[in-house]
């Protein structure tokens, strides 16, 4: 089973950037579909990216997209999330996950394992 951790969080002004970093420990990294969730407090667990094993499919719900971008390294058995034009409500801890597809993903179900979490924190 892979193991999952997460780095690169932080304090960061609205508007300013952040990229998160995955790494995976265990076999076969590169088979897994990779995902970003968030959890602000009080709040459910919320999906913000996905990508395929080969990082060739992506997918983001509109709270995001157009600002995160999700990538992969397989190499490097890493996955990262670029973090643009931060806003307050983006303030949460995030976890990366691995699942066997980003219909998994997607739907926060048949997730194999999480990341211990970072904390993201943007100031207005």
């Known amino acids: 089973q892979v193991q999952l951790v997460e780095s690169g969080g932080g304090l960061v002004q609205a508007g300013g950037s952040l990229r998160l970093s995955c790494t995976a420990s265990g076999r076969a990294f590169s088979s897994y579909a990779m995902g970003w969730f968030r959890q602000a407090p009080g709040k459910e667990r919320e999906f913000v990216a996905a990508?395929?094993?080969?990082?060739?499919?992506?997918y983001y719900p509109d709270s995001v997209k157009g600002r995160f971008t999700i990538s992969r390294d397989n190499a490097k058995n890493t996955v990262y999330l670029q973090m643009n034009s931060l806003k307050p409500e983006d303030t949460a801890v995030y976890y990366c996950a691995a699942a066997r597809s980003i219909i998994d993903l997607r739907m926060n179900s048949g997730i194999v394992n999480w990341g211990q979490g970072t904390q993201v924190t943007v100031s207005s």
């Open positions: 990508s395929s094993w080969s990082g060739g499919t992506t």
